[in-house]
């Protein structure tokens, strides 16, 4: 058989494996131990022809297996074909069954707004509500069916294939992933997961414990294309530029400093170098444009540890020559807050504070300098940035006012866009504003409290004029906004949850495009799904959410919210029983959602479900 075509046999092998579902793989090995051959002198021609006779033996034998992996394949490509041909016969089926409930609620509205009293329509009328249920609950049937073909959950891979083992709460053996537990029950994994091209990148071990063995790894999504890059340890902070990720890791001899990848063995390169080698990883990576990053170099009192006196700024960009580091502002310190930046097309934006003459001041960066806007005292705060196009926006004022601002890095384009106060006498509070780079809009959440005390929290979508800032929901007090872009085409939704007498009460929104409004898909109780939904920790990916959720039986494990079908629960019990899988890093790739989490028969690892 052609080299190229049994390698990629073995390759689509490789990526058939790994389904929880039935226990074990399709393909196994018949043996672990490799052929070896035996030195043969030059005049001992009967042991000669002996091993050529073994060796034509062998390979017939691979020839043999390898002709029935061949039909293996080509049987589950078969299997394949069939499942695909049965979910489209499914789909028609559906929609002739939707089609025949829209007819017979047709002739049954008819029916029922006729005047006679003939017992014979009184007959036809309760066969056709039979008959809509009849169809209804096959309509119900068949979604179920349909569900079943997406939502498998798959191992990617068994990276530390011993045996699972815990010390101390710390997973040392069995687990590829940072796994810790709680009192023998709640059980947690770290980790980190970024994206490049048609690669997956994520720290993992083979063996032993995570923080001592650890290394680069990346995926193709498949268990064959699932390999190591680099030896240096503990990754994290995967961004995205153009040709590549740059992230943090430890190589041992520098300590934590800032890398790149491009996904390749030769293209993971070491970038900075504080000197210090410090152990533990304490800088920021704020934000990237085309191949550019902007990232902070923390200085401590002490070096590697201590107080934090703020950050060092640098440029890094990715070049066919290497990766040029440019220092921003020389070694001057700057204190960037927690989410008071962004990176617009080509600049970023950011606000620092000065404790020790009580000013706070607002910049821009470009590659290779820094530029001050203004500088207002220490009673104003620049908060919640975010940005449309190469112009940012953010709240700007006291404690007790904000409004929103926007800046394209001069003084004169830096001006206020929407004061939401009713009253002059009205205190405001900008929690959050959220980009939608689809549509150039934002969407800001605004706490606003009257005199009397009645506090509303509501929700506004802008194009980034005051005229184009309107109003999608008046809330109430304590309502909690959570802003949703599908992975795959982009569409925006809102989860809502809001207090009440039966526990959380969580409402769906999808935004209306051609209005700019909000459409109401469902709602539910927390009394009528039964558990906790952690919704900062999820994913919205093809109209559907999929989260760390938690409930009294199955601990915190996988859930989906199905907008479409309007029902929330568990999706998996990764980890059996009560106890927590650990699940995190929920990411959207390739068809697929990848996740870290833990379970008895595999440790820590990285699994994937299909969607």
């Known amino acids: ?95 002739n069954l939707t089609t025949d409930i829209i007819y017979l609620n047709q002739q049954l509205e008819e029916l029922e707004n006729s005047d006679s009293g003939d017992s014979d329509l009184l007959d036809r009328i309760a066969l056709l509500e039979q008959n809509i249920a009849d169809l209804e609950e096959e309509v119900e049937v068949l979604m179920r069916d349909k569900d079943l073909l997406y939502n498998n959950l798959y191992l990617l891979r068994d990276i530390n294939s011993s045996g699972v083992h815990f010390e101390s709460g710390d997973c ?80 041992g001899e520098y300590g934590y400093e800032l890398m790149f990848s491009d996904g390749t063995n030769d293209g993971t390169v070491r970038v900075s170098d504080d000197g210090l080698n410090c152990s533990y990883h304490h800088d920021e990576i704020y934000g990237s444009t085309g191949n550019t990053i902007f990232w902070g170099d923390i200085q401590y009192t002490n070096g590697c540890d201590g107080g934090s006196q703020g950050a060092i700024l640098y440029s890094a960009q990715y070049t066919p020559n290497g990766v040029n580091l440019v220092p921003l502002d020389g070694e001057n310190i700057h204190i960037v807050g927690y989410q008071d930046f962004v990176v617009t097309e080509n600049k970023f934006f950011f606000s620092t504070r000065d404790y020790d003459q009580d000013i706070t001041s607002l910049y821009f960066a470009t590659r290779s300098n820094i530029t001050h806007i203004e500088t207002l005292d220490d009673n104003f705060r620049y908060d919640s940035f975010a940005t449309i196009n190469d112009i940012a926006y953010f709240s700007r004022g006291t404690n007790l006012n904000q409004s929103m601002w926007q800046t394209d890095g001069t003084q004169a384009g830096t001006f206020r866009v929407k004061s939401f106060q009713h009253n002059f006498s009205d205190s405001v509070f900008i929690s959050s504003i959220n980009s939608d780079s689809a549509r150039d809009l934002i969407y800001i959440s605004v706490t606003i409290i009257p005199d009397n005390g009645e506090r509303s929290v509501d929700l506004f979508i802008s194009d980034g004029t005051s005229d184009g800032t309107n109003l999608l929901i008046e809330g109430e007090d304590q309502y909690q906004y959570q802003f949703y872009q599908d992975e795959t085409d982009s569409g925006v939704y809102f989860s809502v949850m809001r207090p009440s007498n039966y526990g959380d009460d969580y409402h769906f929104f999808i935004l209306d495009e051609n209005t700019n409004s909000l459409d109401f898909i469902f709602n539910e109780t927390r009394n009528n799904y039964g558990g906790y939904l952690n919704t900062y920790v999820s994913i919205l990916v093809r109209g559907d959410i999929y989260l760390r959720g938690d409930d009294n039986e199955h601990g915190q494990e996988l859930w989906k919210i199905d907008l479409q079908n309007r029902q929330i629960g568990i999706l998996h019990d990764i980890n059996p029983g009560a106890g927590y899988s650990g699940l995190n890093s929920l990411t959207y790739f390739q068809g697929k959602i990848f996740f870290s989490a833990y379970s008895p028969s595999y440790g820590g690892e990285y699994w994937y479900i299909t969607v």
Not at 77 to 82: K, L, M, V
């Open 1 to 95: 058989m052609n080299k190229a075509i049994f390698t990629v046999i073995l390759m689509l092998s490789f990526s058939l494996t790994g389904c929880i579902d039935d226990g074990q793989n399709d393909l196994q090995p018949e043996s672990d131990v490799e052929p070896t051959v035996e030195p043969t002198g030059a005049a001992d021609f009967d042991s000669l022809e002996r091993r050529i006779n073994e060796l034509e033996n062998e390979t017939e034998e691979l020839r043999y297996d390898n002709d029935k992996l061949g039909n293996i394949i080509v049987d589950l490509e078969a299997n394949n074909s069939e499942l695909m041909d049965s979910y489209e016969d499914l789909l028609s089926y559906l929609d």
């Open 172 to 251: 040392i053996s069995g687990c590829s992933v940072y796994t810790d537990e709680m009192f023998d029950e709640y059980i947690f994994t770290t980790s980190e997961i970024g994206k490049y091209g048609n690669l997956l990148f994520f720290g993992a071990a083979e063996s032993g414990e995570y923080r001592e063995n650890s290394g680069v790894w990346v995926t193709d999504g498949s268990a064959f294309g699932t390999y190591k890059i680099s030896d240096a340890l503990r990754p994290t902070d995967f961004v995205t530029v153009d040709d590549g990720v740059f992230f943090f890791a430890t190589d």
